[in-house]
């Protein structure tokens, strides 16, 4: 239901436009001043108002571009008498929507009133579409200017415009839903339905009926029919996320309908068509599953038509800083305190590219989005990381990994070098932000890349 603030300090006014509105089937809010009204805006959600030109302390004109400094596309019809067409006209030039003369005929207003809220509901529309489809779901979120990622944001210009299965391979927080997502609302079936589905959270038979739907009494507790994500999805994309954990009973029948395009609800006879896109991802090596017979063989090859195996987070350190410029920014009115987050202490990027990230792109913004929490001041210090994460990344960093008679100078100067290679590459070979991210000076740091010989 559409709502409408009605602005009139006459007192009869309101209420009489609020009876009228009310029988067309608006939802109706009033206000007697101008203040009054920009105070119900600030909570409200409304969808048109309906405001005198002449009213005291602010007056049309003043609170339609008060209005319009919040909402440029909210519109506003301005009410006046005789003596106020020239500022009806002014306020036209400045974004009202129409203006109606006092007394008005009711028709006439209800015309006026209809025509602006459809078409600020095809704003809304539009907006919410390009919402979703260009900043939640577009490349905007998946983060990262490595090598690795510039090929996956190819594969997915690719893949998008086709209809072929999608296998994504990844371990766990390495985006894979993120990745369908781009993909479907990337492609000609943006507009239909995105449907997603964890194999892993339900048990057999619940699985089934969630997928296929069921009919009513085709088991105890089903009192109604129920379509399942197939019907759901018909026209659009279904995403199976942990499609490796699929019974072999539901392989089989997963397989009948990427072959025929057709089903039965649980406990029903009549089949079913769809039109459905199909993008799996698994957080296991599925060629190795079929080697283990845990897996059908046929079942594998209609699901990877195109493969794609996401990047590992330790295996694009250049990513982390942008990564974390993202989170800051997410998870900004986390903040407890109005001191803005600038980036990281200098020691705790050197944690981040020292470990090793078993938890992927989830686990970094689990650990930013607790630190923003936690800090105080205009940088993450260690102090503010969560402990568990702390004792994992020193435990990491502990001596079992070099040989017990490794020779301490040959040692020192291989890390080193090392150290000192990778900081340049992750800078873009900026040597002062190098030097600043192993915390030496600029002119150690040049005597440093002199010895090692590093061009």
Known sequence: MEAILIVDDEKNYPPILSAILKEEGFETLTAFSGKEALEILKDSDVDLVLTDMKMPFMDGIELLERIKDKDPDLPVIMMTAHGTVEKAVEAMQKGAYNYIMKPFDNERLIIYVNKATAMYRVIKENRQLRSVVESKYSFGNIIGKSKNMRDLYEMIQKVAPATATVLIEGESGTGKELVAKSIHFNGPRRDKPFIAVSCSALAESLLESELFGHEKGAFTGAVSMKKGRFELADGGTLFLDEIGELSQDLQVKLLRVL??????????????????????????????????????????FRLNVVHIVLPLLRHRQEDIRLLVDHFIKKYISERLINIPITGLDPEVERLFYNYSWPGNVRELENVIERAMVLCPGEKIKVSDLPNDFKFNVYDAQQLNGIPENAKLYETLYTIEKKMIKRALRLTNNVHSEAAELLGVGKSGFSKKIKKYEID
């Open 259 to 300: 072959q025929d395009k057709v089903f039965e609800r649980v406990g029903g006879v009549r089949q079913i068509s769809v039109d459905v896109r199909f993008i799996t991802a698994t957080n296991k090596r599925l060629k190795n599953e079929v080697a283990e017979k845990r897996f059908r063989e046929d079942l594998y």
